[in-house]
């Protein structure tokens, strides 16, 4: 009732918006042809063209087996999109436009057979004034008013340009290559040319929605629109005075012709009170192509929005109209805004920090509303080969899965796309904060103004498109730029370091920058993910940033961290993880799940070293994975298989297909237990000197089904990882630090919570049989753990503590209980943690069969494992392939004698609920048994 009134009231505000005629172009009614190889098929536009050679059986699902491979020529040809023809088109319009939300990438469009126009990059808006084109004798029957887009093959256009003979160079070894070459070169999705955890289809197409837009006189049609809501006085990258009346900038970008003396309204209407408020905006500014002008709201007239755990995502709607000097309105766009500051602080570290124990340097990390917070999280690549078929339910089950798994912040990776509207808006309502990138990855690129130009474009397009979403966080330049490429550069061609470095920042501060900060002041900008931040800031000068690059301290601790060390032996090392402010990748790669696999190869491939299984796994083969040299001696693979060696009990299965399912799970345990560890060190930093104040690991989701470094697989399926991240992540958490070869065990509690929590830690000693034994160190101690920080509960050296217990056959318990408070709310509540220390590996434990059972219950509709004669570790429930599940929780330990009642969610189910009838439980020790 309250909804519908606000509803009511915002309607009757809009009610005199004149009209324009917008014809989509979006639907089926498309011809997908190429000539040359005799292919003619329907068509849908969006789309890319292996979606309709797919759909029309030219081609096989280009995700089956081999078809990475087989499908190269799809990617090497031409595709051309034909419309019917465009009926209903007014020939009394004063103009007539075509407009492109994105074209993937090289085309030639033409319109009743002549040329519009050409185009280069898939990230662009494109608009055509094709008034003149319609008025043409060629244009006057219906049947002629055919539009077709002709797409130029990717691959083959890369390489041409790299050819050019004043096309830049750089030292090979500096840019990564993984299957088609030269993708710095074009404007392109870079993933789609090969990636260490992708296929290369390099699709074409229009694959983003079209339109046809008639004007008339004194009509405009708004095309973007931009929407910066910050703190009076605030300025990327600085701190904001959080008592400061919000400032809301609306601008538009249109076509068409506005009239002299328009102005701009807004209504703003908060649907949870019920309100609305409506106005004229001021300092109303007019261009050819904009219309700008902003309004003030009170502090504190507002309900701010904040990410998950730390407050209510209150949202608003601003509808902003462009009414013209006799008060009717020409335009009228609403968008879902809301209200928040956030910021990345990189300024250095202040007395009152070094005061509270917190190392010189620089801070990295960012707040909320004023507010530090841990940001937990992980890494976002492109969700599918083909971002035509993502659809909004798809990244809706992926959110939940993101909020279930307890992070409240994604990056969104830099050499994917840019993220569609509707995925900020799901973050927006959960609470996601998306880290954005530019699309820029693990490469240099060229400088020259054409490129620049195109860059350019591109950015502050998308800069202006996103920046009403409250979930935006962050703009970065590209990935692993300063931290890899710089100093790849150095060391091949240190003679050459200064101009590529001049060319570096020629794009990444002279170009992005500024189409960020001349488009927002509510966004920070930071040129490359990883960094150790800016050295100066100083919006005095054009480029009010100076990097730090590498001029550091020592004793001092800067930035963010990036890690991957593919030695297992890292495993539980703390001493190999990187100390910085924030961890922005880390990760080491696993396979994905039989059920999975099945989806995508034949049964006779499910081996560790079938070729098929191998060449799905393009981490780090030999010589690169451009498609010449292709090897099958995959070094991901061995990776793996030396991590459950050294770790775990070696699966030995006799039936070859258990056995490599037995595989697929102990390298998850292996991945799992190598997160969790990283996550638990960089988390209790937040109480070290370090001052760490973010995990997000590489990566949260697959783009299809291989060997890769996901916590989710390609269907929602989650791995091992994605439930121990979930329990790493919970606010209060207790986790050992050991170091296995002194012995040295320390145990801390960690908290994210904006108060101080108190609590008790018990610890408990038992051998696998699950005997307590008396061991003499500390068994249970209080202790209060501050906000968004760590306390030490327990110190010994397994050394002396065991009394000479045999290592192999004792584990320790550790349990946490404690009070605390949600932020932002009068909440208390008790929380509860556990965790399990052995002191060697699990491969020489002395593990036991624990004797898992199983029972569901119709009452409560949930699971409940006991074990019943010993510990049991990384206790897992598996369910068949059809549905996706998600238990609250798996991969957990069980005493002995001890029973875990476990829910679920499922996500989705072709089974018609037989999955349940699946479900079983092992673990660990059915790794020691061969069947
Ligand atoms: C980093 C990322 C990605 C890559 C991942 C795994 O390099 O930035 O480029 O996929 O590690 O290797």
Known sequence: MLLRSTAAMLAAALSTTSAQEVISLVGSGWTLSNPDLNISVPAHLPSQAHLDLYANHVIGDPYYGLNDFNLRWVAWSNWTYTSAPISGLSSNASSTWLRFDGLDTFTD???????????????????FDITSILADSACAAEKDRVLSIDFGSAPKIADAIANEPDSETWPSDVQQIYEFTNRWFIRKEQSDFGWDWGPAFAPAGPWQPAYVVQLGMEQVHVRNTLIDIYRAGQLPLTIPDQSQPWIVNASLDYFGRTPDGAGLRYTLADMKNNTIRSGEMNNVNTTDSTVTGEVMIEDGTVDLWWPSGTGEQNLYYITIELVSASNSTLSCITKRVGFRTIVLNEYPISEAQLAQGIAPGNNWHFEINGHEFYAKGSNFIPPDAFWPRVTRERINTLFDSVIEGNQ??????????????????????????????????????????????????????????????????????????????????????????????????????NTLLPAVFENSRSISYSPSSTSNGWASLNFSSPIPIVERYYNLTEGSIYGETDFYNYDPSVLYNDSAYPVGRFSNEFGYHSMPSIQSWRSQISEADLRFNSS?????????????????????????????????????????????????????????????????????????????????LGSLYWQLEDIWVAPTWAGIEYDGRWKILHYIAKDAYQPLVIAPYYNITTGNLSVWVTSDLWESSRGTARFTWYDWEGN?????????????????????????????????????????????????????????????????????????????DPGLDLSFSNNTGNFTVTATSGVAAWVWLDY????????????????????????????????????????????????????
Not at 891 to 920: H, I, P, Q
């Open 408 to 509: 409240n912040m994604l990056r969104v990776w830099s050499s994917g796309a840019y993220s569609p509207d509707f995925m900020y808006d799901l973050a927006d309502s959960k609470g996601i904060l998306l880290w954005s990138e530019f699309e820029f990855g693990d490469a240099l690129y060229p400088v020259n103004p054409e490129f620049l130009a195109n860059v350019d474009s591109e950015a502050r397009y998308q800069v202006r498109r996103v920046n009403h979403h409250p979930s935006l966080a962050l703009w970065a330049g590209g990935n692993e730029l300063e931290n890899l490429e710089l100093i790849l550069l150095n060391e091949s061609a240190p003679e050459e370091f200064p101009r590529y470095q001049a060319e570096y920042e020629t794009l990444f501060l």
């Open 612 to 692: 098929v299984v191998t060449l799905r796994d393009h981490h780090n083969p030999p010589g690169g994975l451009n498609t010449s040299n292709y090897d099958t001696s995959n070094v991901g693979q061995g990776q793996m298989t030396e991590a459950v060696e050294l770790w775990y009990p070696i699966p030995h299965k006799t039936d070859p297909v258990a056995n490599y399912s037995a595989w697929c799970h102990a390298t998850q345990i292996f991945q799992a237990d190598l997160y969790r560890s990283e996550i638990f060190f960089y988390r209790r930093g937040s109480g070290l000197p370090e001052r760490q």
């Open 772 to 848: 307590k034994l008396p061991i003499n160190a500390t068994s249970s101690t209080d202790f209060e753990v501050g906000a968004i920080n760590s306390t030490e509960v327990l110190q010994t050296f397994t050394t002396t503590a065991l009394q000479g217990y045999d290592a192999s056959n004792v584990v320790l318990h550790m349990e946490m209980q404690a009070q605390g408070r949600l932020p932002n709310t009068n909440i208390t509540r008790t929380f509860r943690h556990d965790n399990w220390l052995h002191p060697t590996a699990l491969r020489s434990a002395n593990l036991v």
């Open 109 to 127: 469009i033409e319109f009743c057979g002549q040329h519009v126009a050409s185009t280069n990059n898939q990230f662009r808006q494109y608009w």
């Open 880 to 931: 068949p392939a059809g549905a996706v599940v998600a238990f609250d929780s798996n991969g957990f330990w069980l005493a002995a004698n001890s029973s875990r009642e476990v829910a679920y969610t499922v996500k989705s189910d072709s089974t018609n609920g037989e999955w349940l009838g699946g479900v079983n439980v092992q673990s660990l020790w059915n790794q020691t048994l061969s069947y």
